[in-house]
């Protein structure tokens, strides 16, 4: 029993080794705390849940910077990770009439924005299927400089 004990032990403490391509497996990230869904590369700048450190996107994903949230200002991408997603519902937003499902981190479980289900007016279609993560919500991890 000591013996897994420490390669728990020895599991937990280690940090992701990036040199080589991540099996599914190794995608999960462990610490003393939280377990992660996903774990973006390192050598990648992500962004990253402001309360739990939780990786939500890579900025590759990033569409645009041009976006208002409810509590400010807001990004959308085309993709995300650790988020789960609510109902969807219909709003009126800015740009018009949209269905959309709130999205919240995973781990800490605070609302970060929405997903676009589908809109309604044909020149706000390229958003259905996107995310919008509030900036209030998020920090830049790894390599920014």
């Given at each position: 029993m000591g013996g897994l004990l420490l390669f728990l032990s020895n599991r937990i403490n280690a940090s992701p080794d990036t040199s080589e391509e991540p099996c599914p497996t190794?995608?999960?990230?462990?610490?003393?705390?939280?377990?992660?869904?996903?774990?973006?590369?390192?050598?990648?700048?992500?962004?990253?849940?402001?309360?739990?450190?939780?990786?939500l996107a890579n900025h590759?994903?990033?569409?645009?910077k041009s976006f208002q949230g409810s509590q400010g200002r807001a990004y959308l991408f085309n993709s995300v990770v650790n988020v789960g997603c609510g109902p969807a519902?219909?709003?009126?937003?800015?740009?018009?009439?949209h269905a959309v499902a709130d999205i919240y981190c995973e781990n800490c479980k605070t609302t970060l924005g929405w997903k676009y289900e589908h809109a309604?007016?044909?020149s706000q279609k390229y958003k259905e299927g996107k995310f919008i993560i509030e900036l209030a919500h998020m920090i830049k991890d790894n390599g920014w400089e």
């Open positions: 190794d995608m999960v990230k462990m610490t003393k705390s939280k377990t992660f869904q996903a774990y973006l590369p390192s050598c990648h700048r992500t962004y990253s849940c402001i309360h739990c450190r939780a990786h590759d994903e990033l569409i645009s519902e219909e709003r009126v937003l800015l740009t018009g009439l309604f007016e044909s």
